[in-house]
């Protein structure tokens, strides 16, 4: 029954990463219920989520062929920060990791609630590159610290590389989308290979979770055409809400 209920968590996430994103609301809990521990939880999500982004990064090829000084910078940056968060990650106690649990929920899934408007907002803006472009270093420095919590947890690190990648002055979403998707490729890729080293993965469940979630990864452009996006929006938000409220009763 735990191998079904993980299945389906994986498939449905990886169901709504290709229609809204918000997956590791949905897998990240699911392996805590079952008994993960939490560090190993969020190894085993992160590791089972991954491909799904490498699959994004295929189809966004044409996109990652432009701006690639500034590309080559921040996958750079979000390297260091991913080795970084991961090496916090390692170094937190899993006392202390689970009492962190309630909060980081919370956080990554008040990110995803606002992740619609700020991407209304993203297409809708007409403000010009040369009015909100920072120098370079200092998009970095955000970056690393995207990135940093993108290595630690994740959930909701997306939409915050969206925002950089605006004020970098990328204005096509899609454009924005492929970045966002390369650079999370980046981050999670050195996390795992650091959980990798350190044994943190568990690899019956990450490699199950996986198969589903690439299913339904390859599914999802059929359903992204019938299902209202508002709709997942709701459902995944009400997910990580009731997953927040579960985790704070718990502590």
């Not at 498939?11 to 949905?26: Q, S, T």
């Not at 991954?50 to 699959?55: D, E, L, N, S």
């Not at 630690?152 to 915050?160: H, K």
């Not at 709709?231 to 997910?239: A, D, K, M």
Request: charged residues 10%; proline residues 2%; hydrophobic residues 55%.
């Amino acid at each position: 029954m735990e191998i079904i209920f993980l299945c389906t968590a994986a498939l449905l996430a990886g169901v709504m990463n290709g229609v809204a994103g918000g997956g590791g609301l949905i897998v990240f809990p699911a392996l805590v219920l079952v008994g993960v521990e939490p560090i190993h939880a969020n190894a085993t999500s992160t590791a089972a989520l991954w491909f799904g982004t490498v699959a994004s990064c295929i189809a966004y090829r044409r996109e990652l062929s432009t701006q690639r000084q500034e590309l080559f910078l921040l996958s750079s940056t979000s390297i260091v920060g991913g080795i970084f968060g991961s090496y916090l990650l390692l170094h937190t106690s899993s006392a202390n990791f689970t009492a962190l649990i309630p909060y980081l929920m919370l956080v990554a899934t008040v990110l995803f609630a606002v992740n619609r408007p700020v991407m209304k907002w993203l297409k809708g803006s007409e403000r010009t590159s040369a009015n909100i472009r920072l120098p370079i270093i200092v998009l970095m420095l955000l970056q690393l610290v995207i990135a940093t919590y993108g290595g630690y947890f994740g959930g909701g690190a997306g939409i915050l590389m969206l925002a950089v990648l605006n004020i970098m002055g990328i204005e096509n979403i899609h454009k924005m989308n492929a970045f966002k998707s390369w650079l999370a490729t980046c981050i999670n890729a050195v996390a795992i290979a650091y959980f990798i080293f350190a044994q943190k993965i568990v690899w019956v469940e990450a490699i199950m979770m996986a198969v589903a979630a690439i299913i339904g990864g390859y599914t999802s452009a059929d359903i992204a055409r019938k299902l209202p996006q508002v709709l997942v929006q709701y459902f995944i938000t009400g997910v990580g809400f009731c997953m927040t409220v579960y985790f704070f009763m718990n502590k």
